[in-house]
């Protein structure tokens, strides 16, 4: 009889299938491993006590990878408070840069010479744009690779402060207008020669790849200005620590497939339903698993943290910001029970469980 659950997690999916009977990376197996034990007592656990009501509580342990939808959100607070605190005092602009179906192939093949040209190509086009108006500027790029339904859609989301660092080492906030940064239809321009260009010199393209580039526009997308930067505060929230689908997406797993939804940008973001067999669902997730080690949030110009250590204090004092302060948020979590005490662990277990002693206690407190 198939087993069928409402809802689901992508952890729960790949338990479904026969890992080493597909044809993933070494890199791709051992990622999907570690996010199928997730939270299971194949990772071990900790026993949690409340320092108020006395409720105990176990816990099984993250894998903490990357591309687990279960364990970015302590990464994402921790990224965006430090965030928050290098706000400049100008509109910030959203830029997306994308490269063609095209190159999906390339980036099957060579994902790391790929997405890091698609990083230095984007950066390139925007420096110059600053340079030719006289200024230092600065961005944060986001990887993305992924479209709604999983399929292959390499792009880059860029916050871009709408202002830099002039000759004198001053700071000029606006550039031309404050409806857009740079035309879009130049930068498209920009952006596709310098990222074949690049594309020649690492020698994993043929020539007849490189010219067929050239044959059609490519696209950089770019939004108005944020309202402030508590907009960018919250737009940093939602983008930087994604991955390629989250788990509340999933309508139902079953024994052979996977019902979840997305959204059909191609008819004005219209919400659909999609239900793909077991191994085709994580096939097309494991296109989303980056190269071991690399950086997928990237800082450049006067956003680097080079830059941030040496002269960024000093540009905020010298423009009188006020610094938020940054208050760490407690690694204790609060009691379920009476909402109000902390939890401190007191005991910690492998993938044998809980010790026995420890049980008989959880159980008499949960029967109550």
Same mark, same amino acid.
């Given at each position: 009889?198939?087993?069928?659950?409402?809802?689901?997690?992508?952890?729960? @999916?790949?338990?479904?299938?026969?890992?080493?009977? #597909?044809?993933?990376?070494?890199?791709?197996?051992?990622?999907? +491993?570690?996010?199928?034990?997730?939270?299971?007592?194949?990772?071990?656990?900790?026993?949690?006590?409340?320092?108020?009501?006395?409720?105990?509580?176990?816990?099984?342990?993250?894998?903490?990878?990357?591309?687990?939808?279960?364990? #970015?959100?302590?990464?994402?607070?921790?990224?965006?408070?430090?965030?928050?605190?290098?706000?400049?005092?100008?509109?910030?602009?959203?830029? @997306?840069?994308?490269?063609?179906?095209?190159?999906?192939?390339?980036?099957?093949?060579?994902?790391?010479?790929?997405?890091?040209?698609?990083?230095?190509?984007?950066?390139?086009?925007?420096? #110059?744009?600053?340079?030719?108006?006289?200024?230092?500027?600065?961005?944060?790029?986001?990887?993305?690779?992924?479209?709604?339904?999983?399929?292959?859609?390499?792009?880059?989301?860029?916050?871009?402060?709408?202002?830099?660092?002039?000759?004198?080492?001053?700071?000029?906030?606006?550039?031309?207008?404050?409806?857009?940064?740079?035309?879009?239809?130049?930068?498209?321009?920009?952006?596709?020669?310098?990222?074949?260009?690049?594309?020649?010199?690492?020698?994993?393209?043929?020539?007849?790849?490189?010219?067929?580039?050239?044959?059609?526009?490519?696209? @950089?997308?770019?939004?108005?200005?944020?309202?402030?930067?508590?907009?960018?505060?919250?737009?940093?929230?939602?983008?930087?620590?994604?991955?390629?689908?989250?788990?509340?997406?999933?309508?139902?797993?079953?024994?052979?497939?996977? +019902?979840?939804?997305?959204?059909?940008?191609?008819?004005?973001?219209?919400?659909?339903?999609?239900?793909?067999?077991?191994?085709?669902?994580? +096939?097309?997730?494991?296109?989303?698993?980056?190269?071991?080690?690399?950086?997928?949030?990237?800082?450049?110009?006067?956003?680097?943290?080079?830059?941030?250590?040496?002269?960024?204090?000093?540009?905020?004092?010298?423009?009188?910001?006020?610094?938020?302060?940054?208050?760490?948020?407690?690694?204790?979590?609060?009691?379920?029970?009476?909402?109000?005490?902390?939890? @401190?662990?007191?005991?910690?277990?492998?993938? +044998?469980?809980?010790? #026995?002693?420890?049980?008989?206690?959880?159980?008499?407190?949960?029967?109550?």
């Amino acid at each position: 009889m198939e087993t069928r659950n409402k809802g689901g997690s992508v952890a729960e @999916v790949i338990r479904k299938i026969d890992l080493s009977a #597909q044809n993933f990376t070494v890199h791709q197996e051992k990622t999907l +491993r570690a996010l199928s034990y997730c939270r299971t007592s194949a990772l071990g656990g900790h026993i949690d006590a409340c320092d108020g009501c006395g409720n105990l509580s176990i816990s099984y342990n993250s894998c903490r990878n990357r591309h687990c939808p279960q364990c #970015q959100g302590h990464k994402k607070e921790e990224w965006i408070q430090k965030r928050e605190a290098e706000l400049l005092p100008c509109s910030y602009y959203h830029l @997306v840069f994308t490269l063609p179906e095209e190159l999906n192939f390339l980036a099957i093949s060579e994902p790391k010479i790929i997405y890091k040209t698609l990083f230095e190509a984007a950066w390139a086009t925007l420096n #110059q744009f600053g340079k030719t108006e006289g200024l230092q500027l600065g961005m944060i790029a986001i990887l993305h690779t992924w479209g709604q339904n999983l399929s292959l859609h390499p792009h880059l989301h860029c916050i871009v402060p709408g202002g830099g660092i002039d000759q004198n080492e001053k700071w000029k906030r606006k550039i031309r207008t404050d409806k857009y940064l740079f035309s879009v239809k130049a930068m498209s321009k920009v952006f596709r020669a310098k990222f074949v260009a690049s594309l020649r010199n690492s020698g994993i393209a043929d020539q007849n790849v490189t010219e067929k580039l050239f044959t059609k526009n490519w696209v @950089v997308y770019a939004k108005r200005p944020f309202g402030g930067p508590k907009q960018v505060i919250e737009y940093l929230g939602r983008y930087t620590h994604k991955v390629a689908i989250s788990n509340h997406r999933i309508k139902e797993v079953t024994d052979k497939e996977i +019902r979840f939804g997305y959204k059909d940008y191609r008819k004005g973001g219209e919400k659909k339903e999609m239900t793909l067999r077991n191994e085709e669902f994580i +096939r097309r997730f494991s296109l989303h698993i980056l190269p071991r080690r690399f950086v997928r949030i990237r800082h450049y110009g006067i956003l680097s943290s080079s830059w941030k250590r040496g002269k960024l204090h000093a540009l905020q004092s010298s423009l009188k910001i006020q610094i938020p302060e940054v208050k760490p948020k407690t690694l204790l979590k609060k009691c379920r029970c009476c909402k109000e005490g902390n939890l @401190v662990t007191i005991a910690i277990f492998g993938q +044998r469980g809980p010790p #026995q002693d420890f049980l008989a206690v959880f159980n008499a407190s949960s029967a109550k």
